[in-house]
């Protein structure tokens, strides 16, 4: 069975700070890799997504993710954090022929102006 | 709006009550999934659609819950004899074919039982 760790509960960092979410996913398998992202009060959005190729991805407002499929990992960047980044972050893999998506437990940033 | 759409947006409901949840996918979207999520953990896997057919369900899906997809469109998540437990957000996804494939997800329903 597939299973999703995420290395941070919560981050809190200031403004312009630079960010690194770790996870580590577990499955043998050829697989695809997701961050999402859920601002308060609002639903799960896709922020990035890795499919085969490049294994540096590149999503929106600033975000990228590294997959190291020795490492079996896909750790978040992003050079310089701001107050609106502030949210809950969701790393899920998906099992390139599987069914359904498993999440991990998230990262809740805080970012503080 | 053409995204997932969730109803009702909320739900509050006495235990013991049955509630059910409507889920309207992205049109052409074969797949559909639910999923539950409580404050401060990741959306847990409940069922899996692929059109019309209930292919996977989590251990975590009592008996008292029961998911359908009739005409492979639209679904329903109805939870019998509802338990304080049960208080969450329920989500609904959906996604189009295998392989490289992302699920978009509706704004949930929040569910709490009094």
């Known amino acids: 069975a597939q299973s999703v760790s995420q290395h941070n509960h919560h981050v809190i960092l200031s403004e312009a700070a630079s960010l690194e979410l770790g996870c580590n996913y577990s499955?043998?398998?050829?697989?695809?890799l997701f961050w999402y992202v859920q601002y308060p009060g609002q639903h799960l959005q896709l922020l990035l997504k890795?499919?085969?190729?490049?294994?540096l991805v590149k999503g929106i407002k600033g975000f990228e993710a590294e997959f190291i499929k020795s490492k079996f990992s896909f750790n978040l960047r992003k050079p310089s954090v701001q107050w609106s980044d502030t949210a809950e972050y969701f790393c899920?893999?998906?099992?390139?022929?599987?069914?359904?998506?498993?999440f991990g437990p998230g990262t809740r940033l805080s970012v503080l102006p | 709006d053409t995204g997932v759409s969730q109803d009702p947006r909320h739900k509050i409901t006495k235990r013991g009550q049955n509630v059910t949840f409507r889920c309207d996918p992205i049109?052409?979207?074969?797949?559909l999934y639910w999923y539950r999520q409580t404050l401060g953990q990741g959306p847990e896997f409940l069922t899996y659609?692929?059109?019309?057919?209930?292919?996977?369900k989590s251990r975590l899906l009592s008996d008292r819950f029961s998911a359908e997809r009739p005409k492979g469109s639209f679904s329903t998540l109805e939870i019998q004899r509802t338990e304080q437990g049960d208080s969450a957000m329920y989500l609904c996804?959906?996604?189009f074919g295998t392989g490289e494939t992302e699920a978009f997800f509706g704004q949930g329903t929040r569910l709490t039982v009094v």
């Open positions: 996804a959906s996604s």
């Open positions: 899920a893999v998906n099992a390139y022929y599987g069914q359904n998506f498993v």
């Open positions: 659609f692929q059109n019309e057919a209930q292919l996977e």
């Open positions: 499955y043998g398998g050829t697989v695809n």
């Open positions: 049109s052409e979207h074969n797949r």
């Open positions: 890795y499919f085969s190729g490049d294994p």
